[in-house]
């Protein structure tokens, strides 16, 4: 069974960027297509981004594209989400996700298909 964890959360100013990781053990998280996605404070966990078991094949929640972006070191175990230019309204906790399902170039943004999840890391754009 996989376990994620994530990290590198924090708190940050308006503009300013931040990595935030999922490293897994447990498992190869090269198998799994990897999701982020983050629930802000009194709203549901949405859909942030996605990338497929093989990196060929991105999807990004269309306000962070452009701004964030997903990427992963096989090598390492670990599944980054890059994000710059952060705004208030990207303050959340930061959830991944591993969906061991679909191919290789295959991915999703639907909740209910990710088999794994980790426990989230909180990042806080201030103004």
């Known amino acids: 069974q996989v376990q994620l964890v994530e990290s590198g959360g924090g708190l940050v100013q308006v503009g300013a960027s931040l990595r935030v990781s999922c490293a897994a053990s447990g498992g190869t998280l090269a198998n799994y297509a990897v999701g982020w996605f983050r629930r802000a404070p009194g709203k549901v966990r949405d859909f942030v981004a996605a990338?497929?078991?093989?990196?060929?094949?991105?999807s990004y929640e269309p306000s962070v594209r452009g701004r964030f972006t997903i990427s992963r070191d096989s090598a390492e175990n670990i599944v980054y989400l890059q994000m710059n230019s952060l705004q208030p309204g990207d303050t959340a906790v930061y959830y991944c996700?591993?969906?061991?399902?679909?191919?290789?170039?295959?991915?999703?943004?639907?909740?209910?298909?990710?088999?794994?999840w980790g426990q989230g890391t909180q990042v806080t754009v201030s103004s």
């Open positions: 990338i497929s078991q093989s990196g060929g094949t991105r």
């Open positions: 996700a591993a969906d061991g399902d679909g191919g290789a170039f295959s991915l999703t943004a639907r909740e209910d298909d990710y088999d794994y």
